[in-house]
Each structure stands twice: as structure tokens, then as C-alpha cells.
């Protein structure tokens, strides 16, 4: 059974990039091992911030819970990660748990590093393993040229193969133990 990737675009802002940037990252993720993948886009779902449910959490939750592995695309806002991606993560609890989970981040100098360093822990505590890879992408707005494309793609070519040999290898021993022995973190 092949595995199957969730991607998160992070960014609700008008005129983001990160579409461009998870765009990107499919084209990679298409040379790897994952044979499903479902793009989440944050924009184009109903997430109430009171975390109450309605809206469009139970079909959030359900597409967290098919996946064997999530990458999520995200910019650093004000050293940050986007408050929408706060609001998805606390929509759902059970379904990050045992699941592995990569970041492909953007930003300005940083690349969004100290976003993806603050995820880390939050998904610590929500019992999912994040990867050790990252893609970053350092001064993004200058990164792609009118077509879309990666100016000078060979290093976030490198990184993003080896996160998705990451989430490929803790893909298959996450969901072989999930069968086996479900989480009761």
C-alpha cells in the first residue's frame, strides 16, 4: 500500500506566496515514494477559532487522519508561525498523534527556521514526530522567477528529498505500528 501525504499550506494572507511555494514542494514530493497526497489549503477552509467544531473541522480531521504523513508549508510571521495554522492544529488532537510531520518553511533571512523551531514543540506535546530535515526557503520573494519557478533550485531540491525520506521511512514504521498497536499516548 503506497503512503499518503497531507500537505498543509499554512498562509491565509491575500497575495501569499505559499501556494508558489507548495507548488514547488508537489513537484517533489511527485519523485518520492508518497502515491496519495492531498494539499490542505488553510484559505479555503471554515476553521472557527473558538475550536467549538462546525464549519469544516470534522472534514479537516478526517483528511489529518488518512494521511501516514504531513508536511505543512509555512511562512515565519513576526518570528512566528501564522495563527491560522495554530487554529488547525488545535482543531484536531487524536489525529497528529504517532504521525510524523515536516516542514517546508519560508521567510525572510531566517527562511522561517524559528517558525519551524516553535512548531517542533507544539507537535511534541500533540505525541507526533517531526523530522529532523527541513526544507527553507531564506528571502522567498526573490527565490522564484515569473514562471514559478526555483531560481537556483539545488539545495531545496536536496533538502526536500531528504524530508521526504524522513516522512517516507516514519511514514511506514509509524503506520505499520498504528496497525499493530494502536497510540494510546
Given amino acids: 500500500m503506497s503512503l499518503r501525504l497531507a500537505v498543509i499550506v ?4 491575500k497575495d501569499r506566496i505559499g501556494p508558489q511555494v507548495a507548488g ?3 513537484d517533489a ?10 494539499v490542505i489549503d488553510l484559505a479555503e477552509l471554515d476553521l472557527p477559532i473558538d475550536l467549538g ?9 478526517k483528511r489529518l487522519d488518512w494521511a501516514d504523513a504531513i508536511a505543512i508549508v509555512t511562512p515565519e510571521y513576526n518570528r512566528g508561525y501564522p495563527g491560522a495554522l495554530k487554529t488547525a492544529i488545535d482543531t484536531a488532537k487524536r489525529e497528529w498523534r504517532a504521525t510524523p510531520v515536516g516542514f ?5 533571512l531566517s ?10 514543540s507544539v507537535f511534541a506535546e500533540l505525541h507526533a514526530v517531526t523530522m529532523q530535515a527541513q526544507v527553507s526557503l531564506q528571502y522567498v520573494w526573490d527565490q522564484f522567477d515569473d514562471e514559478g519557478t526555483l531560481r537556483a533550485p539545488d539545495r531545496p531540491a536536496s533538502a526536500a528529498a531528504t524530508l521526504l525520506r524522513q516522512l517516507t521511512w516514519w511514514g511506514n514504521a509509524l503506520r505499520t505500528a498504528r ?7
Fill in 29 to 38: 514530493v511527485r519523485q518520492s515514494e508518497f502515491g496519495e497526497v492531498d
Fill in 24 to 26: 514547488w514542494f508537489l
Fill in 111 to 120: 527562511g522561517g527556521l524559528r517558525a519551524a523551531e516553535q512548531l517542533r
Fill in 104 to 108: 517546508v518553511s519560508y521567510g525572510g
Fill in 10 to 13: 499554512a498562509s491565509v494572507r
Fill in 179 to 185: 496497525a499493530t498497536t494502536p497510540y494510546d499516548g
Fill in 53 to 61: 467544531g462546525g464549519g469544516d473541522t470534522e472534514l479537516f480531521t
